[in-house]
């Protein structure tokens, strides 16, 4: 019963900016570290941003200064707010929630959402 639903993707000029929301259901939301993920075709899948439970953050070098990640745990949500997009920020976006456990790990992934910097 776990969901984890991407919203926010689209088409955006170069300097332009998005903001992209994942939304979860079926998991205690607040106990999970989050992270958004993005994948170009061709390419290994690359950790973007992510936040702890206890909202620590982290980002890529390439997006440092230009990404802001955040979690609203009342609407068990977290978002990335992209800034001075690139055409190298192309790529689909996967929304990850992660919760290591003894004997295995609870991980889960969205479907993904494109997005594309071109003018």
């Known amino acids: 019963q776990v969901q984890l639903v991407e919203s926010g993707g689209g088409l955006v000029q170069p300097g332009g900016s998005l903001r992209l929301s994942c939304a979860a259901s079926?998991?205690?939301?607040?106990?999970?570290?989050m992270g958004w993920y993005r994948q170009a075709p061709g390419k290994q899948r690359e950790l973007v941003a992510s936040?702890?439970?206890?909202?620590?953050?982290n980002y890529a070098d390439s997006v440092k200064g230009r990404f802001t990640i955040s979690r609203d745990n009342a609407k068990n949500t977290v978002n990335l707010q992209m800034n001075s997009l690139k055409p190298e920020d192309t790529a689909v976006y996967y929304c990850n929630a992660d919760r290591p456990r003894l004997g295995g790990t609870n991980n889960y992934w969205g479907q993904g959402t494109q997005v594309t910097v071109s003018s």
């Open positions: 936040i702890t439970s206890g909202g620590n953050t």
């Open positions: 079926g998991i205690i939301f607040r106990l999970y570290a």
